[in-house]
């Protein structure tokens, strides 16, 4: 589910429809992630893959560390495994063709090692629903879908701006490393190209989903009246 790396349509105030299928056709990725050092499997790893029509979609490997993950219509497909702490080979595959869609049922193995220190970082993935471009996203406070108003008057408090829980794969601070909220920004650009800034205030994982970060972002009073932007999320730059 994207469109280029880690940008994603964000609705704020209106639900648009982003973009149609390319075809009727579907890929399927299948393989095993395994231990670098052993070659067994890598159980409770995701694999996450991004096409340019139909967004994201997330499996996680099995006890033996297979995996299985039918894809929508895409022309553009990027495909790679997290798991916290791990190191992956290939870091990710890029599937791409021009002017039809990627389809059939395609076999890539990953393998991986531990480390206690981050070792390669990699773009967090924005999650989106299913199908779609749209980021998978919930006003981080009262816990409703878009459209999202800029203020909210059911906060508590005189700060009545809202804040926005943006789903990923793969955002993670390393505190022993030195790593703090501030590496990570957000960015919000419309479409006449004027870029917002969404303030990071929070960033922990999802309970019972070890794989699944939620970062909450405070919506500056600028976006008022814009409609859909595409969201970009970045860590160390």
């Given amino acids: 589910m994207l469109l ?69 219509a895409n022309s553009n497909i990027r495909i790679r495994p997290y798991k916290a702490t791990y190191t992956f080979s290939p870091l990710m595959v890029v599937h791409v063709t021009t002017g039809s869609a990627i389809f059939g049922t395609f076999s890539q193995d990953f393998s991986g090692s531990s480390f206690p220190v981050r070792i390669i970082t990699m773009p967090p993935v924005l999650l989106t629903e299913d199908n779609s471009l749209n980021a998978l996203t919930l006003d981080g406070v009262v816990r409703t879908r878009d459209p999202f108003a800029v203020t909210n008057d059911h906060y508590f408090g005189s700060d009545k701006q809202t804040r926005l829980t943006l789903l990923l794969v793969d955002l993670d601070l390393y505190p022993n490393q030195g790593e703090r909220l501030s590496l990570i920004s957000v960015q919000a650009q419309d479409a006449q190209s004027n870029t917002y800034t969404l303030v990071p205030e929070d960033l922990r994982k999802v309970p019972g989903f070890p794989w699944m970060s939620q970062l909450t972002v405070r919506l500056p009073p600028e976006v008022s009246g814009v409609g859909e932007t595409n969201v970009n999320v970045t860590f160390q730059g």
Avoid: K, M
């Fill in 4 to 72: 280029p790396p880690t940008r994603f349509a964000l609705i704020l105030g209106v639900v648009i429809c982003c973009a149609s299928a390319l075809a009727a056709q579907t890929a399927t990725f299948t393989g095993r992630v395994t231990e670098q050092a052993n070659g067994q499997g890598v159980s409770g790893a995701v694999v996450v893959a991004e096409g340019n029509v139909t967004g994201t979609r997330v499996v996680v490997t099995d006890a033996q560390g297979t995996y299985n993950l039918p894809f929508g």
